[in-house]
């Protein structure tokens, strides 16, 4: 029935996506914004009735999964869909970061700066199909339908890309994007090939069922891996982010990076831990490192980036790596026969799935409030926000604190209890995982401490200070529709950080379903917690070995600050002194002479730099007496695009070169080549035994 009910709302998404593709083409210059408004209320309120059902069946502990076959598709296999506890609680984050999305995009539209007159009319057909994509491929119970939905999801998401298509950045990241959706497509396509095996048999029922030799499950894997960690953002597969994410308006980015990167997770745990089986350790080792790897990199790619959105947009690779580390410690204790360990990892995993779905659809929608006040993306241009912009600020320091991995707030807890999954590593008996855990966790430390510097960047940069260009001196907050869903996820943030037993206890289901054991009962509010744990605690493992109280933190914040106020409004002096703001020495108060962004990064450019970027610097220092300022230029290579895609890029490029010519030919010469192709083929076929 829930099933059901989802699929029609699906449905509507689709022919509401028709209804403005036709509503776009009668409109000249695109459709009124008027349209793209109620357009963005009913994509809201399809998303919100789907996302509760997915909710309620989340919740239905003891309820079978839910199947339904349409016949539609492949004539001899037709359309199967399932709903269980793993595409349930992944329904609920695609609906939750959907509806919020929706909402924002209607303030967004009526703030923004300098847009494109016909961006609503390109938005508008495609933004419903994206969303159906996305519900499609976490509901589909058979390979031909994932596919489907798969390359819908990404050709509807690659048009969104594309709505400022006379920029040629925006072209540019099409492209790539386009070239990697095709690639992760094809990636799956082989994967669920070799899985199907000889009989064909597609359906994923019948792929559990199948017991494939254990060099097949291998590849398998590794094809699962690339063609959603294309998808997802694994380095170095992780191309299309930061050139994606910018290109496309605020509310699709938000998306893009808040919940389709949590639909390749989906579809790796899918694959992963439902239809190829128990993983085996050396599968969670291989996940282990390229999730440690991706964590780090992304992150130091952040630390380096001006541009608000591209800053994000890496740290979304950062915290791809992280749910990847949690997934891989997930393999490794399940092929341990430590299932306890498996269902704290994976639980973490997951947590963070939710947590990183709500936070940084939270800095997506702040960027582009701030975009759309001022008409910049450039840190530099920014500058004194937080008192024109409050709101946005308040709420925008709320995710910067949430994905910095700060208490009481939710993305502590997920990154807390994939260290407390860290420190099991010691009780299993393989040196493979003793010598790689600790290493990872390390990775993650490291990943966490730069995350609270670059956002400490991020924040300082755009809202403290003086204003750094006219723009930013006359910017006002955004639409209140625009606040609303802000306000939502900063409300989130704060709720899972606080009660974080509550989703923990939600999770429970999909981590029985995938390693067969949960985490113990943490309690859904303090009142019910179990006995011997201190109220509002969580215990990961055992409550003589570690805890955590969201609420006690929460509360001794709250009383801390409290009492340092009334302390210095007790203890200070009423005397009055009126004197010039400090500022570093520098008597003149220009925004000048403020700090920067590339002065935050310059600490870790200088560490990191000759490794990670192969960062060339050039000083012109002007002899004595000369008046001519001094100079100093970096220049920061990404040496993982120089590596793996700017070689292919460029032997593409001669083989059209080279093959150019053949398009000139005379129809002799076609006739020619069609004739000795023929022959050749001819000739395989008689030298074949």
Not at 64 to 72: A, C, G, H, S
Not at 466 to 489: I, K, N
């Amino acid at each position: 029935m829930i099933l059901s009910a989802l699929l029609a709302g699906i449905l509507i998404l689709v022919v509401l996506g028709l209804a403005g593709a036709i509503d776009a083409v009668r409109a000249p210059g695109g459709a009124p914004r008027g349209a793209a408004g109620q357009g963005a209320w009913l994509y809201a309120a399809a998303a919100s009735i789907t996302g509760v059902s997915a909710l309620l069946s989340l919740a239905s502990l003891a309820a079978p999964p839910e199947t339904l076959v349409l016949p539609l598709g492949l004539p001899w296999i037709g359309w199967h869909f399932r709903l269980d506890a793993l595409s349930a609680f992944f329904l609920f984050v695609v609906d939750l970061g959907a509806a919020s999305a929706s909402v924002f995009a209607i303030g967004y539209g009526r703030a923004r700066h300098g847009g494109h007159a016909d961006e609503p009319g390109r938005v508008l057909p495609f933004y419903p199909v994206f969303l159906a994509g996305l519900g499609l491929v976490v509901l589909a119970d058979d390979a031909f339908s994932f596919l489907f939905a798969w390359e819908l999801m990404s050709l509807a998401s690659w048009a969104l890309v594309l709505v400022r298509h006379r920029d040629p950045e925006s072209v540019r990241a099409g492209t790539v994007y386009l070239l990697m959706a095709v690639l992760s497509g094809f990636l799956l396509l082989l994967c669920f090939g070799l899985l199907a095996g000889p009989a064909g048999s597609y359906g994923f029922a019948a792929m559990r069922a199948a017991h494939p030799a254990a060099a097949t499950v291998a590849l398998a894997l590794v094809l699962a891996l690339l063609g959603t960690g294309a998808k997802a953002g694994l380095v170095p597969l992780h191309a299309w982010l930061p050139l994606a994410h910018p290109a496309a308006p605020s509310h699709v980015s938000a998306l893009m990076s808040g919940v389709m990167t949590k639909v390749a997770v989906y579809a790796f745990l899918r694959i992963a831990f439902d239809l190829i089986g128990p993983p085996s350790a050396w599968s969670g080792l291989v996940v282990l490192a390229v999730g440690g790897l991706t964590a780090v990199l992304g992150v130091l790619y952040a630390l380096m980036q001006h541009d608000l959105k591209r800053l994000l947009a890496y740290h979304t690779v950062e915290n791809i790596g992280i749910i990847f580390i949690g997934i891989g410690l997930a393999m490794v204790f399940r092929a341990g026969g430590e299932g306890a360990a498996a269902a704290l990892a994976l639980t973490a995993a997951l947590f963070h799935v939710f947590n990183h779905a709500v936070f940084k659809s939270l800095l997506f929608f702040g960027s582009g409030a701030v975009e759309a006040a001022t008409g910049e993306r450039d840190m530099e241009c920014q500058g004194g926000l937080i008192h024109r912009m409050r709101t946005t600020s308040f709420c925008f320091l709320i995710g910067c604190a949430a994905i910095s991995a700060l208490p009481p707030l939710n993305g502590f807890v997920s990154e807390w209890l994939t260290f407390q999954a860290i420190l099991l590593g010691p009780a299993l008996p393989d040196w493979g995982p003793k010598l790689l855990i600790p290493a990872d966790g390390a990775l993650l430390a490291l990943a966490a401490a730069l995350a609270a510097a670059c956002f400490v960047k991020a924040f300082g940069i755009t809202f403290l200070g003086r204003p750094r260009s006219a723009a930013a001196a006359v910017a006002a907050e955004t639409d209140r529709l625009a606040l609303a869903p802000m306000l939502l996820l900063s409300g989130l943030c704060l709720f899972a950080g606080v009660f974080p037993g509550a989703v923990i206890d939600a999770l429970a289901p999909v981590s029985r379903a995938l390693v067969g054991a949960t985490m113990p009962v943490q309690g859904l509010l303090p009142w019910h917690s179990p006995p011997g744990v201190p109220l509002g605690a969580i215990v990961p493992v055992a409550a003589a070995r570690s805890s955590y109280d969201g609420l006690a933190i929460l509360l001794l914040i709250g009383a801390v600050t409290t009492l340092a106020a009334l302390g210095a409004r007790r203890l200070a002096s009423h005397a009055l002194r009126r004197a010039p703001a400090w500022d570093c020495g520098f008597p003149d108060q220009s925004p000048a002479t403020q700090y920067t962004a590339q002065s935050f990064a310059e600490p870790i450019r200088r560490t990191f730099g000759p490794l990670v970027f192969g960062v060339a610097s050039t000083i012109r220092v002007p002899p004595p007496g000369s008046t001519a300022p001094a100079r100093i230029e970096h220049v920061l290579h990404d040496r993982l695009w120089e590596i793996f895609y700017a070689p292919p890029a460029a032997l593409v490029r001669r083989l059209a070169d080279a093959l150019n010519p053949l398009q000139f030919l005379t129809i002799r010469r076609y006739l020619a080549f069609v004739f000795a192709a023929l022959v050749l083929l001819l000739l395989v076929l008689a030298l074949t035994p």
